[in-house]
């Protein structure tokens, strides 16, 4: 079985679903704070190899050899799924000033970049893909730069409140 029927339940997760629970978290999850300096090459690489990351899925075969690598791929990813899903309700009901600061986000401030980088590290394992992992390596490396931008725009928007909210949650878990 390729990879890439192993994105259709993310994507059914990260979009429709998203939706189903409010209509405008698809775009607020959509925007992207403005970068600069060398976030602005963190974004292109982080925009180019996460469409590397779709695309060798469509060249990447499962490997049902049930091995370690099998099961532990699978768990992974399975539990990559269930953190999309209760990020996506949870991101979707921000509290009256706009913040996320329940359910995962009580614990982490970016459950969404966490819970996408263990989904694609369970297809990964499951794959067996030395490049797909280092694809992700990339992705998720460009991703922590997307999030320091972030944070600075959460700062710029809400102050004291983002601050002592950051104090407080870890940037990942």
């Not at 997760?13 to 060398?38: C, D, E, M, T, W």
């Not at 690598?69 to 269930?82: D, S």
């Not at 000033?97 to 966490?114: A, E």
């Amino acid at each position: 079985m390729l990879a890439v029927f192993l994105l259709i339940p993310f994507l059914l997760i990260r979009f429709p679903l998203l939706s189903h629970f409010s209509k405008n978290a698809l775009s607020r999850a959509a925007y992207f704070a403005p970068v600069q300096g060398n976030e602005k090459i963190a974004y292109v690489i982080y925009q180019l190899s996460n469409l590397a990351l779709f695309l060798t899925s469509f060249f990447l075969e499962i490997k049902f050899d049930f091995s370690v690598f099998f099961y532990a791929g699978l768990a992974i990813y399975l539990l990559g799924l269930v953190l999309c899903a209760v990020c996506m309700r949870d991101f979707a009901r921000p509290a009256a000033n706009g913040m996320n600061t329940k359910g995962l986000y009580r614990y982490s401030r970016n459950p969404m970049y966490l819970a996408y980088f263990v989904c694609f590290l369970g297809i990964a394992f499951l794959t067996k893909s030395m490049v797909f992992f280092l694809i992700l390596v990339m992705f998720q490396t460009a991703a922590h730069w997307i999030i320091l931008s972030e944070e600075r725009w959460c700062f710029e928007r809400f102050g004291k409140v983002y601050q002592d909210y950051k104090d407080k949650v870890r940037r990942y878990f």
